[in-house]
């Protein structure tokens, strides 16, 4: 069974500075999606960024890029020039290549510093 | 910008009583999603929908659940006999196309449902 594994359940990070956010996880399959969705406060989950296991390029969103190292079945979230709209819950999630189930870890609390 | 959309926003109901959640998919949609979430713990998928038919299902998902679209905006989770155990925060979602992959699905707000 898949799974995902989020070991930081709370970060916070100045504004403006950088912040790495951890995940890890496990399946046998060898096409696959991974994710991370935010959700601020009393608001909807969205889509931060999505990275394809077959594609070696890391994603990137605007300051948003991810570290996926598919060997080591790590996939960070690095948010730069952090802003106070960046402070949220951050899920990372997977999905297999047929299915439309999403897999989320326990999440990690951010919180951006002014 | 269209959004799915939830109600209640909270939900408080005794031990043993039915319960229905609605959501209201973005209107292009063809697939819809219930996930819940117990406070502290992971997000957790139930079902997924298309085409008036469950298309996957958890194993959380057992007879106390169902789904219905019952015209075609609403989309319902059902818990015919609720437990304490069901208190959680309840996610419904959409997407257009049915890979996870393949496509963005968007959340609610949720729905918390407090089990007394």
């Known amino acids: 069974a898949q799974t995902v594994t989020q070991s930081q359940p709370e970060m916070s990070v100045q504004e403006a500075e950088t912040v790495t956010l951890s995940c890890t996880y496990d399946?046998?399959?060898?096409?696959?999606?991974l994710f991370w969705y935010k959700q601020p406060p009393s608001r909807q989950m969205i889509l931060v960024i999505r990275?394809?296991?077959?594609?070696?390029q890391n994603a990137t969103e605007n300051r948003f890029s991810v570290n996926f190292q598919k060997a080591a079945k790590s996939f960070s979230l690095k948010i730069s020039d952090s802003q106070l709209g960046d402070t949220a819950m951050y899920f990372c999630?997977?999905?297999?290549?047929?299915?439309?189930?999403?897999?989320f870890g326990q999440g990690t609390t951010l919180q951006v510093k002014p | 910008e269209p959004e799915v959309t939830q109600t209640p926003s909270h939900q408080v109901t005794q031990m043993g009583q039915e319960v229905i959640l609605r959501c209201v998919p973005i209107?292009?949609?063809?697939?819809f999603y219930w996930y819940r979430q117990i406070l502290g713990q992971k997000v957790e998928f139930l079902v997924s929908?298309?085409?008036?038919?469950?298309?996957?299902k958890s194993e959380i998902f057992d007879d106390q659940f169902s789904v219905e679209r019952p015209d075609g905006s609403n989309f319902t989770l059902k818990i015919r006999s609720t437990k304490l155990e069901d208190s959680a925060m309840y996610f419904c979602?959409?997407?257009?196309?049915?890979?996870?992959?393949?496509?963005?699905?968007?959340f609610g707000p949720g729905t918390r449902l407090t089990v007394l």
């Open positions: 399946t046998s399959e060898n096409n696959y999606y």
């Open positions: 990275q394809e296991a077959y594609k070696q």
């Open positions: 979602a959409s997407s257009e196309v049915a890979l996870a992959g393949a496509d963005t699905q968007y």
């Open positions: 929908f298309y085409n008036n038919e469950i298309s996957e």
């Open positions: 209107s292009n949609h063809l697939y």
């Open positions: 999630a997977f999905s297999g290549s047929n299915t439309g189930k999403l897999i």
